[in-house]
């Protein structure tokens, strides 16, 4: 959800619109809202959520987050220890995931317009007999 807010570019226009609905059930911890986006880009989005939740557990470890329930978002908050730390770790792990979703689709964008112009420069050359 956030990687459609950052870069617009790089999502069409469904896609967009259904980020902004993940972005909200991700902050109360249902993570379906991500689906569609890992099932249309598997390559890109996947590597992508695994070095953000990487991230944001090293951050939750570093600052001693600790969580009770068997859940995760925002509402979980009442049942955390070291709250801002939490908090930070769960900001620092979308905003990895975020940057890294589109670092890898403005790279593919790039490759596929250069493949597009040597496509433009073919010249096919037909005789018949």
Do not use: H
Not at 34 to 58: K, W
Not at 73 to 78: A, E, M, N, R, T
Request: net charge negative.
């Amino acid at each position: 959800g956030l990687a459609t807010l950052i870069g617009r570019k790089n999502f069409s226009v469904e896609e967009r619109e259904a980020g902004k609905a993940a972005l909200v059930m991700g902050c109360v911890g249902v993570t379906e809202g991500a689906i569609p986006f890992a099932a249309a880009d598997p390559l890109r989005v996947i590597p992508s959520i695994m070095v953000g939740s990487a991230c944001g557990a090293v951050m939750a470890a570093l600052f001693g987050a600790q969580c009770y329930a068997g859940w995760g978002g925002l509402i979980v908050l009442p049942v955390v220890e070291g709250k801002l730390g939490y908090v930070a770790a769960v900001a620092v792990g979308a905003v990895v995931t975020a940057v890294c979703v589109n670092v890898l689709k403005s790279l593919t964008r790039k490759n596929v317009s250069q493949v597009d112009e040597k496509e433009d420069d073919l010249d096919l050359d037909f005789e018949m007999n």
